[in-house]
C-alpha cells in the first residue's frame, strides 16, 4: 500500500485543538503544564508554530481527547509565520502589525544603538504576556525576549 501523506495538517489539527479547549473549558496555561513548557510556547505549538515532541503531542492530545491524527500532526515540522494574509485583519494581529509599522524602526535605532549592527533573534526567543490592572483600564504587557545576534561580515 502507498503512503498517503499525513491524516492530518497542522492547521487542521490546531482547529482540533481550538475546538476541543473551548468544548472542555480548558485553558493555555492548562495545557501548558500539562504539556511542560511555558504557556506562550505552547500555545504556539499547538496553533501549529512548533513541533511538539511525542511526549508533549501525547501529553496536549489526552487532556484535550482528541486522537491519534491529531498527535502526530502536532509532531510535524510547520510553516511558521503563516497568517495567510500580507496585512493581518484579526484586529488584535492586526494592532501589532501597526506597532510594528510604527515603531519599528525607533525599535532598530535602539537595538542599533545600544546593541551594534545585528538583530533579535525570533529563534532563541521568549514571549510573556500578562495583564495588568490600571485605574483608567487595564493594560496589556507584551515582553518580546530575543537574543541579540550580530551581523558578521
Known amino acids: 500500500m502507498a503512503f498517503t501523506g499525513p491524516a492530518m495538517t497542522k ?36 496553533l501549529g508554530q512548533h513541533p511538539m515532541s511525542a511526549e508533549e503531542a501525547t501529553a496536549a492530545a489526552s487532556l484535550l481527547d482528541l ?11 510547520p510553516t511558521r509565520g503563516s497568517l495567510g494574509t500580507p496585512v493581518p485583519v484579526d484586529p ?17 535605532e535602539l537595538i542599533h544603538e545600544q546593541f551594534g549592527d545585528g538583530i533579535m ?25 530575543g537574543k541579540f545576534l550580530p551581523y558578521q561580515w
Open 11 to 46: 492547521k487542521e489539527a490546531a482547529e482540533a485543538v481550538r475546538a476541543a479547549k473551548a468544548h472542555l473549558g480548558l485553558t493555555w496555561a492548562q495545557l501548558a503544564e500539562a504539556v511542560g513548557r511555558p504557556v506562550a510556547w505552547t500555545t504556539a505549538a499547538l
Open 67 to 77: 486522537d491519534k491524527d491529531v498527535e502526530q500532526a502536532l509532531r510535524l515540522q
Open 92 to 108: 488584535t494581529i492586526y494592532r501589532f502589525y501597526e506597532v510594528l509599522q510604527v515603531y519599528g524602526p525607533t525599535i532598530k
Open 121 to 145: 533573534s525570533a529563534i532563541n526567543f521568549r514571549l510573556d504576556v500578562r495583564r495588568e490592572a490600571d485605574p483608567a483600564g487595564d493594560r496589556v504587557i507584551v515582553v518580546l525576549d
